[in-house]
C-alpha cells in the first residue's frame, strides 16, 4: 500500500527485453501507486506493499487466478474435529530463493517473529485467534508459548482459542508469509533490499530504484516455476493517477494501480475494453482523531460532520467510480454479515443537512464560533478532489472552515500511524479475507497502530470477542452487526462509500480476472503482444 543509477522508462526496459532475440524475456509493467514503505512482510500495511510481497512471498495459502484460495506453501491441511487444531502439510519442493527448503520451522520463527512485540508490527493482532498469541504481543509472555509447532520439517501444526471460520482465509495476509531466518539475522533491517532479501514466491526482488520503480524477476526455485510465463515484473511508482494514465496510454505500462476518477467517463468511451471496474471489498473513509478535542468529548460533532456529507454527490459527481454511498463500515457482500443500514440512510440529504446544523450547534459552533479543521490525505488527485468537495459541503451547509493537508505515502503512513493528524484522516480499508471481522477488528481497542482514531469502547470490543467465541454461523452474524451499530452510533469514523476495484488492463496481458479482493498474482499472468 506504501512504497541508484541509471533510471529506465518502463518502455525502454520492455525494448531491452524484447530487443529481437528468439526466446526474449517477457515484461509485465505494473503501475503501483505509491512508495513502498518496507517490503519485510511482518512490518508492511499498505496495497503498494502487498501487490510486490504477493509475487515475492508465498504463504500456507495463496490466491488463485479469480482470487480463490488455493495451496500455496502447503499442500494439504487438515482441522481437528473441535476445529482448534490445523495441520498443515508443506511441499516437499518448496524452496526459498537460495535453493534452501522451506520448512515448519520456518513458518514457526515467522509467527513468532510476526507477534513478537520487539518486531512491532502492525498486523500482530491478526493471530490472536492463535493460542497465547495476544499474551505474546501484549509482552505478558514469550514468543516460545504461541501455540505453533513443527512437528517435522514438513508439518507445521497451529492450536487456536477456538474455532475460527475466517482463519484459513486469513492465510493469503502478508503478514502470515514466511521470512527466511538466516537471512533477517544476517542482514537484520535490511534484509528486504535486492540482493539481499531470499523469499519464496514466484518472483525475487532484482532492482529498486526509489520513487521509480521496483524490478522483480522469475524465481527459478518456486515450486511451479515451470508455469510462470512472465519472466520479469516492474512494478511503477508514479503517485499522481493522471500522469499514470498518461504512461499507460504511451504503452509505458500494461496495468494501472487505479485511474483518475475525473477520466472514468471518457475512458468508458475511449477504453472500454481495458477499463475494468469491479466490486471491491473495501471501504473508503475519514479517520477522526479521538485523541484531540473537540472531537474526543463530542460525539454529535463528530456525528454533524458526517451527516453533512453528500455521499450521492461524491460518488456520482466527484469518484465517478460506481461505487456504493456508505453510512456503515462493513462492506456489502461480506460473508456472514446480515446486511444493514443506519437509519440516516434512508433520510433525504436535506432532512441530514437540518440534523448536522442542529447538532453542530447544540456542541456549540456555528456563525459567531465557526469550527476550524484539517483534511489530512496522501497524495493522489483522486483524494484531492473529494476532499475539495467535502470541504466545501461543510463550509456551505455549516460554516465549517477546513484547510487541506496533502502528504506523500509514506510520511502520510508515520503521520496516521500515530494519530499526528489535527482532524481528520483519508483513509482506505481493504478486505484481507473475507468476513466481517476485518473490518470491526480495525475498531478494537488496544490494537496499535492500525487503529485508525483510537476509539476505545470496552462493550464493543466484548462483542467481538463474543463473535470470536460463537459457533453458530447466523449467531455470530448478528453480534457482529450489534457491534458494528455500536461503533456506527458513536461515529469514530466518518464512512463514504464503499470501494469499486479500477485498472487499465492492456489487451496484451492475459489472465486478469476480476474479483472482490483485486488479487491478480503475476505468476496468473501471460503477456502476448
Known amino acids: 500500500m506504501r512504497h541508484h543509477g541509471k533510471i529506465?522508462?518502463?518502455?525502454?526496459?520492455?525494448?531491452?527485453?524484447?530487443?529481437?532475440?528468439?526466446?526474449?524475456?517477457?515484461?509485465?509493467?505494473?503501475?503501483?501507486?505509491?512508495?513502498?514503505?518496507?517490503?519485510?512482510?511482518?512490518?508492511?500495511?499498505?496495497?503498494?506493499?502487498?501487490?510486490?510481497?504477493l509475487d515475492l512471498f508465498?504463504?500456507?495459502?495463496?490466491?488463485?487466478?479469480?482470487?480463490?484460495?488455493?495451496?500455496?506453501?502447503?499442500?494439504?491441511?487438515?482441522?481437528?474435529?473441535?476445529?482448534?487444531?490445523?495441520?498443515?502439510?508443506?511441499?516437499?519442493?518448496?524452496?526459498?530463493?537460495?535453493?534452501?527448503?522451506?520448512?515448519?520451522?520456518?513458518?514457526?520463527?515467522?509467527?513468532?517473529?510476526?507477534?513478537?512485540?520487539?518486531?512491532?508490527?502492525?498486523?500482530?493482532?491478526?493471530?490472536?485467534r492463535v493460542a497465547g498469541a495476544k499474551d505474546v504481543r501484549l509482552g505478558q509472555k514469550p514468543p516460545e508459548a504461541l501455540g505453533v509447532r513443527a512437528v517435522d520439517d514438513r508439518t507445521f501444526e497451529v492450536r487456536l482459542v477456538g474455532p475460527t471460520s475466517y482463519f484459513l482465509s486469513m492465510l493469503?495476509?502478508?503478514?502470515?508469509?514466511?521470512?527466511?531466518?538466516?537471512?533477517?539475522?544476517?542482514?537484520?533491517?535490511?534484509?528486504?533490499r535486492p540482493g539481499n532479501l531470499v523469499s519464496n514466491g514466484a518472483y525475487v526482488l532484482a532492482e529498486d530504484v526509489p520513487q521509480s520503480h521496483m524490478t522483480l524477476r522469475r524465481n527459478p526455485q518456486f515450486h511451479d516455476a515451470a508455469n510462470v510465463k512472465i519472466d520479469a515484473v516492474r512494478y511503477v511508482v508514479t503517485e499522481d493517477l493522471d500522469s499514470e494514465l498518461a504512461r499507460f496510454k504511451a504503452g509505458e505500462l500494461d496495468v494501472t494501480s487505479e485511474v483518475p476518477s475525473q477520466q472514468v467517463p471518457a475512458l468508458k468511451q475511449s477504453h472500454d475494453g481495458e477499463l475494468h471496474i469491479a466490486p471491491y471489498l473495501g471501504i473508503y473513509f475519514y479517520a477522526i482523531n479521538l485523541n484531540h478535542e473537540p472531537w474526543k468529548s463530542s460525539p454529535e460533532l463528530r456525528r454533524a460532520l458526517s451527516l453533512a456529507v453528500d455521499r450521492d454527490v461524491i460518488v456520482d459527481k466527484v469518484s465517478q467510480g460506481n461505487q456504493t454511498p456508505a453510512y456503515s463500515f462493513v462492506p456489502p457482500g461480506t460473508e456472514g454479515f446480515p446486511a444493514?443500514?443506519?437509519?440516516?440512510?434512508?433520510?433525504?440529504?436535506?432532512?441530514?443537512?437540518?440534523?448536522?446544523?442542529?447538532?453542530?450547534?447544540?456542541?456549540?459552533?456555528?456563525?459567531?464560533?465557526?469550527l476550524q479543521v484539517k483534511i489530512t490525505y496522501n497524495t493522489s488527485e483522486n483524494h484531492k478532489k473529494i476532499a475539495v468537495a467535502i470541504a466545501a459541503m461543510w463550509k456551505q451547509k455549516l460554516g465549517v472552515e477546513a484547510t487541506l493537508e496533502n502528504l506523500e505515502w509514506s510520511i502520510y503512513l508515520t503521520v496516521h500511524h500515530r494519530k499526528e493528524f489535527q482532524d481528520f484522516a483519508r483513509t482506505g480499508w481493504i478486505g484481507q479475507y473475507n468476513d466481517a471481522n476485518f473490518f470491526l477488528e480495525l475498531q478494537r481497542s488496544g490494537i496499535g497502530e492500525l487503529s485508525t482514531s483510537d476509539y476505545a469502547n470496552a462493550a464493543y470490543d466484548a462483542l467481538l470477542?463474543?463473535?470470536?467465541?460463537?459457533?453458530?454461523?447466523?449467531?455470530?452474524?448478528?453480534?457482529?452487526?450489534?457491534?458494528?451499530?455500536?461503533?456506527?452510533?458513536?461515529?469514530?469514523?466518518?464512512?463514504?462509500?464503499?470501494?469499486?476495484?479500477?485498472?487499465?488492463?492492456?489487451?496484451?496481458?492475459?489472465?486478469?480476472?476480476?474479483?472482490?479482493?483485486?488479487?491478480?498474482?503475476?505468476?496468473?499472468?501471460?503477456?502476448?503482444r
Open 8 to 53: 529506465l522508462t518502463a518502455g525502454l526496459l520492455a525494448a531491452a527485453f524484447w530487443s529481437g532475440a528468439a526466446g526474449a524475456e517477457t515484461l509485465l509493467s505494473r503501475g503501483n501507486g505509491g512508495q513502498p514503505e518496507t517490503l519485510d512482510v511482518h512490518k508492511s500495511v499498505g496495497i503498494p506493499e502487498a501487490w510486490i510481497e
Open 58 to 128: 508465498e504463504g500456507l495459502l495463496a490466491p488463485g487466478p479469480k482470487g480463490e484460495l488455493v495451496p500455496g506453501a502447503a499442500e494439504s491441511w487438515t482441522v481437528s474435529d473441535d476445529g482448534r487444531t490445523y495441520s498443515f502439510k508443506l511441499r516437499a519442493d518448496g524452496k526459498w530463493s537460495d535453493g534452501s527448503p522451506v520448512t515448519a520451522q520456518d513458518f514457526v520463527y515467522s509467527w513468532r517473529r510476526l507477534v513478537d512485540p520487539k518486531t512491532a508490527a502492525p498486523y500482530a493482532y491478526f493471530l490472536d
Open 172 to 192: 493469503v495476509n502478508n503478514a502470515t508469509f514466511p521470512v527466511n531466518r538466516a537471512n533477517v539475522e544476517k542482514f537484520g533491517d535490511a534484509f528486504a
Open 340 to 370: 444493514w443500514q443506519p437509519e440516516e440512510a434512508g433520510w433525504t440529504q436535506a432532512r441530514r443537512d437540518e440534523e448536522a446544523k442542529a447538532l453542530l450547534a447544540k456542541a456549540g459552533f456555528g456563525p459567531k464560533k465557526p
Open 465 to 528: 470477542d463474543q463473535a470470536s467465541a460463537e459457533t453458530d454461523a447466523a449467531r455470530r452474524g448478528q453480534i457482529l452487526q450489534q457491534a458494528e451499530r455500536m461503533m456506527i452510533a458513536d461515529m469514530p469514523v466518518i464512512p463514504l462509500f464503499f470501494y469499486t476495484s479500477r485498472h487499465l488492463v492492456s489487451p496484451a496481458v492475459k489472465g486478469w480476472e476480476d474479483n472482490l479482493r483485486d488479487l491478480h498474482p503475476t505468476r496468473w499472468l501471460s503477456v502476448d
